[in-house]
């Protein structure tokens, strides 16, 4: 059958047995999406069987490889689908929106991260969320991140972790190889900048869940800060501002 849409919902799950099945319903009515693809990164509970039975199409990691690597594993799969169902000659590119697997059922308001890629206007779109959630100590992960950009590029986003964000399939291409875990928000949105493509902020009301205070989360945090560290020790900084700065979309506004 040929593809009846032009997005690819890719998510990157660990553990979310509790929200991957309301994540993947919310994703599976977005204008434009007729493919979501869970990418298990090694969990211990039913992450993959419940995001199966919600209708997603699932990989499985033996072991945890972390975020990059489970979101490279769902776009080759995405490529390969699209190689496998395309008619003889033709060539069809979904773009590929990524989304956290904690989204829960607020993933069916992501609609407008796909509209400026979809239209041409964009090359990759960052989330805002509207509502912030607590961040506690990821506050520091998140200025390093920020900071970082801002050095290396001339612009700052208002969420540079963010997760949720929508390419084309050329911008991804022009990303790879992926900074490792969770250094790859930071990464691409230096390497896509760089390379004279269009990021755009699109503030949308999405919500995941609190970060909480207890040992995981502090050693979850401490990879983070790791992670993103690493990225922007491997771009160097550069100090002249960017050509055309990135913009803020708020739905129904231009």
Known sequence: MPPSGD???VIPARNESDR???TVAGATGLPGVDLIIVVDDGSADDTAARAGRAGATVLRH????GKAAAMETGAEAVRLLEA???PPGAHHARHLLFLDADLGETASAAG???EPVRAGEADMTIAVFAQRVRQGGHGLVVGLSGAGIERATGWRPAQPLNGQRCLTRAAFEVARPLAAGFGVETALTIDL???GMRVTEVEVPLAHRATGNDWASQVHRARQLADVARALAA???VTRGLAARPRRLRPGRP
């Open 7 to 9: 997005v690819a919902v």
């Open 20 to 22: 991957i099945e309301a």
């Open 62 to 65: 033996s072991r945890n490889r």
């Open 84 to 86: 496998t169902d395309a």
């Open 112 to 114: 407008p991260l796909t």
């Open 193 to 195: 900048l760089r390379a």
């Open 235 to 237: 771009r160097e900084p």
